[in-house]
């Protein structure tokens, strides 16, 4: 009856006085104590009751099981409290399994009783623990409150776990959860009365604690070292039983394997120095509470574990470089710093965290109190890892100088001047001042910040004016410049190579490169004032090339005139003034143009003022001041072609009104008036000239200045303007005096051809008169030049041509058939028998002969014609005959002549030309009485040829007679108008 009451009763139903009653009238000591065993209630006495009962009705089980176990025939003579059971014991339980479970179910009981203990001790420890955490509370939240108010309770802190929970669960569980809620006075009594059970899984408990509890509160938990034995030091335990009962053997019962980390053995000194390491790391990498780190560290060196010093002296810079370094103005920005990224980054790393938002105002304290000692500590960890490097710490330092930007780097060297205290230095060697300062500053690219610059430069040390190392110094400066000229390897040596090379000179030598450094700054100043600045490094690759030199000084003027039109005659005279200064060398020492001449950098200043387009400032400037002394009149009239030449090529117009053409053509009046000058002047305009006659290289794209002046063959440029305007040819005069200014003025070869250009284009145009009055004037032309030589003299090629080109245009005209005035295309045929030479004579005389036999044929129809309309009865009018023709060449061949010698000499000439012509004939040409007078030998009758009137009836001529005659008189025209004479 009472078993199945049990069995009804639930957990939350039970009191002390039920169990006694429901328990007590069951004869069973088995069940009874199983019962107890698997109730498990929140209530404390109903726990106590259940597991009072319980040991009480197994005890008498226990002594019946022990001496069973005396008897026990396999067994023998064995003491069991003194040795314990064996392997014997074991086979005894396995052969025995009620005996087994009351063993199980009195163990079971007994670790409840103490743990009941224990909880109740517990949940007074952390109820005390409440209160004073709400009394701490309270007095943080208000330390001026009234004590005479009346204060509202405070509730009772919330249990961790129940009863029950801790009475189910493993201790090792238990403990976890006291470690991580931070029940540090609980997991103290957890870990005093059970600490058997807990020991293997104190590290597990120890992880537990968060990181965020300071390490003072949980201090006594933390492993220590032993130095006698170099192993970890246990601490003492209270169990709630100074010996266990007899089934609490280990080998009697299975015990159960919790599933955590065991640590039974005790651990080495290294493994301690392991553990705080990793703890150290995980409060810094999760939590980043520097000071929970650096507590726990100093706690564990007080306990005598080896190796923490290096970490905390880790700790204790990394703390300074998280909370007293300079912070970013947005605190978002503050980089996530961890041990870990402390103790794999390279110091240089470290170093630039410490200053990477350090001001002008703040580097230097920045340095002295963050940076030299983090670098002391360098060199002590070194030391202790037996490889010292004394010159760790300088080089660390002088390292990140060189990498600084300039406005640190100033307040760094304006902190290590020579008169201020060694210790508040930061460089502290007056040597290393310079040769950094030096390295630095010939090692930046920044071509902008000279004051700066300077700044640092007054911040070395003096010593003396000593000159006795000028060699030596020379030497150096020379090595200097080797040393920084680009290579296939770099493009320019850096500021820490450059800190190699200074590195082992002496003071007198570094005092001499001072001076340099010296002269440098103020060239520099002076190039970046003008717009042409240079980095040091290039003062010095420019020291001895002096085509650096003349472009940087080429630079200066024409980057100065970029702005020209808004410079004064004052800053032009400023800036010439300034190229000069650096020309000069002080004291040895050559400055950024050491390597020209005042009269170069004349030459180059003036050209870069006209090159400004400034005229009339530079002609007030080469009259007076500095710049006359240097430059003479034919510097000034080249400088004015030079720069007027550059104008012209780089104009994309021709029209010298506007744009480069017209800075072209007025930069030539800054010049003396000479004729270099006015024939530029003259090829400008006629640039313009050419370009208004939209002369084009290509279809759609105009020629452009550059394209004329390098035309080699300038008549091309007037051929090219006569075929590209209809009208062109009609303005003889404006062609000719184009080519004029072309340069062909007085060059009378130029003009015949110009002027066959014109009759060829006027042929095109079939304009007949213009072709035919500018043959006219071409031969005028033609028969000046060839008077300018001897009639037996060879002509020049050029001379030879233009006479060519002279007869061949005439000719061409003169045999033109749809030119129908006969006397002057006869007119022009003259003009070609006189210019061509004896091998084309025939060929005009042809001509000739075809013109006049048409011209005879159009006589003999108009005769004709006008002999029908007389009355009957009249005498005809006898045409035309032979005489008439000879008559007609006669007086064109006197006309052809008086052009040359006058009209008598002309006509002498002719008599003289139809002697040489009749003397071959084997006839005469005289009346129908020839054969009557005979005239004597030599003697030639040209009465009646000159005797044009005279109508008397001629004998005809003999075809053979006229191939004969016309052979004599080919020869004899040839010789008069210039061919080789023949023999008659």
């Not at 007095?139 to 009346?150: K, N, R, S, V």
């Amino acid at each position: 009856m009472s078993v199945d009451k049990w069995h009804e009763t639930k957990d939350g139903e039970l009191s002390p006085e039920l169990v006694t009653e429901l328990l007590e009238d069951i004869p069973d000591d088995l069940w009874v104590t199983a019962a107890c065993a698997e109730r498990i209630v929140a209530d404390s006495e109903v726990a106590q009751v259940l597991v009072t009962t319980g040991l009480r009705r197994s005890t008498r089980l226990i002594e019946s099981i022990r001496g069973s176990l005396a008897s026990y025939e396999h067994l023998g003579d064995v003491d069991m409290e003194t040795n314990g059971p064996d392997q014997k014991l074991v086979s005894y339980f396995t052969n025995h399994e009620r005996e087994r479970k009351v063993c199980v179910f009195r163990q079971i009981l007994l670790d409840r009783q103490d743990r009941i203990q224990t909880y109740l001790l517990m949940a007074n420890a952390w109820k005390q623990s409440g209160d004073d955490d709400a009394s701490m509370d309270e007095e943080e939240d208000d330390p001026w409150a009234d004590t005479e108010e009346e204060t509202p309770p405070v509730e009772e802190p919330e249990a961790p776990m129940t009863l029950s929970e801790f009475l189910s669960q493993p201790l090792v569980d238990s403990a976890v959860i006291l470690a991580s809620e931070r029940r540090i006075g609980a997991l103290d009594i957890l870990l005093n009365y059970h600490e058997r059970s807990l020991f293997p899984y104190r590290f597990t408990i120890l992880d537990s604690i968060p990181l965020y509890v300071q390490p003072s509160e949980y201090h006594h938990l933390l492993p220590a070292n032993d130095f006698d034995t170099n192993t970890e030091i246990r601490h003492t335990h209270k169990p709630w039983r100074e010996k266990p009962d007899w089934v609490e053997q280990e080998e009697a019962v299975d015990d159960e394997e919790f599933p955590r980390v065991r640590r039974e053995e005790l651990l080495t000194a290294e493994q301690i120095t392991a553990w705080y390491t990793t703890r150290v790391q995980t409060i810094d990498s999760q939590s980043g509470l520097m000071d929970n780190a650096l507590a726990l560290l100093q706690h564990g060196a007080s306990q005598g574990v080896p190796r923490l010093d290096e970490l905390g002296e880790d700790l204790i810079l990394l703390d300074r470089l998280i909370y007293e370094s300079s912070q970013p103005p947005d605190p978002s920005n503050q980089p996530d710093w961890t041990l870990y990224r402390w103790r794999t980054a390279e110091p240089p790393q470290i170093i630039q965290a410490y200053l990477a938002y350090s001001t002008y105002d703040s580097i230097a304290s920045d340095v002295l109190r963050l940076v030299l000692p983090y670098l002391s500590v360098l060199e002590a960890q070194a030391e202790r890892a037996k490889k010292p490097d004394l010159e760790l710490s300088n080089r660390l330092l002088y390292q990140y100088i060189l990498q600084t930007p300039l406005e640190l780097a100033v307040a760094i060297f304006e902190n290590s001047k020579a008169d201020i205290q060694r210790s508040y230095r930061i460089i502290r060697s007056d040597e290393d001042v310079a040769r950094v300062a030096m390295a630095y500053l010939y090692g930046i690219t920044n071509i902008t910040a000279w004051p700066l610059m300077s700044r640092i430069f007054e911040c070395q040390p003096d010593w003396g004016d000593d000159r006795e190392d000028d060699d030596e110094a020379y030497a150096t400066l020379t090595s200097l410049s080797t040393f920084v000229a680009p290579s296939t390897t770099r493009a320019r040596a850096t500021s820490e190579e450059l800190l190699v090379f200074f590195k082992p000179l002496p003071a007198s030598a570094l005092s001499r490169l001072l001076d340099v450094l010296d002269v440098h700054l103020e060239s520099g100043e002076i190039l970046a004032r003008w717009n042409v600045a240079a980095p040091l490094q290039w003062l010095l690759l420019s020291r001895e090339d002096e085509a650096q030199q003349r472009a940087r000084a080429v630079r200066m003027s024409r980057r100065s005139a970029a702005d020209g039109m808004a410079m004064d005659e004052t800053q032009w005279r400023s800036l010439f003034d300034d190229m000069i200064k650096l020309t000069s060398a002080g004291e040895g020492i050559k400055s950024a143009f050491g390597l020209l001449a005042k009269e170069e950098i004349a030459r180059i200043f003036f050209t870069g003022l006209l090159s400004s387009g400034n005229f009339a400032v530079a002609k007030r400037i080469k009259g007076r001041g500095n710049v006359s002394k240097y430059l003479a009149a034919s510097a000034i009239e080249e400088i004015c072609l030079s720069v007027s030449r550059e104008f012209y090529d780089n104009a994309g117009s021709g029209n010298l009104h506007t744009s480069e053409m017209k800075l072209a053509y007025e930069c030539l009046s800054v010049a003396p008036a000479s004729p270099a000058i006015q024939k530029e002047r003259d090829f400008i305009e006629a640039t313009s000239k050419i370009c208004s006659f939209n002369v084009f290289t290509r279809p759609g794209i105009p020629i452009t200045p550059l394209e004329i002046r390098l035309t080699k063959n300038r008549l091309d440029l007037i051929a090219r303007v006569l075929s590209s305007t209809d009208d062109a040819f009609n303005h003889t005069n404006v062609i000719l005096e184009l080519s004029h200014k072309l340069g062909f003025k007085d060059d009378l070869g130029a003009e015949i051809k110009i002027l066959s250009m014109v009759v060829d284009v006027a042929l095109q145009h079939e304009d007949f008169l213009k072709a035919e009055t500018t043959c006219e004037r071409m031969m005028e032309s033609a028969r000046t030049l060839r008077a300018s030589y001897p009639m037996d003299a060879a002509l020049p090629a050029p001379s030879q041509e233009a006479l060519e080109v002279a007869w061949r245009s005439c000719y061409q005209l003169g045999r033109q058939s749809e030119f129908r005035d006969t006397d002057r295309k006869l007119r022009l045929l003259g003009f070609a028998l006189e210019l061509c030479p004896t091998a084309n004579t025939l060929d005009v005389l042809s001509a000739w002969r075809r013109i006049e036999a048409d011209d005879i044929e159009e006589r003999k129809r108009r005769s004709a014609a006008r002999a029908a309309l007389r009355p009957t009865g009249k005498r005809k009018e006898s045409g035309p005959g032979m005489l008439d023709a000879q008559a007609r060449a006669l007086a064109a061949a006197g006309t052809l002549f008086g052009g040359l010698k006058g009209l008598s000499q002309g006509q002498e000439a002719a008599t003289h030309m139809l002697n040489r012509v009749t003397a071959n004939f084997p006839f005469s040409l005289g009346s129908h009485r020839a054969e009557e007078h005979q005239p004597a030998a030599g003697e030639r009758d040209f009465g009646n040829l000159f005797s044009v009137g005279d109508t008397s009836p001629r004998p005809r001529v003999t075809e053979e007679v006229a191939a004969g005659a016309k052979q004599v008189l080919a020869r004899g025209m040839g010789w008069l108008i210039g061919g080789d004479e023949e023999d008659g």
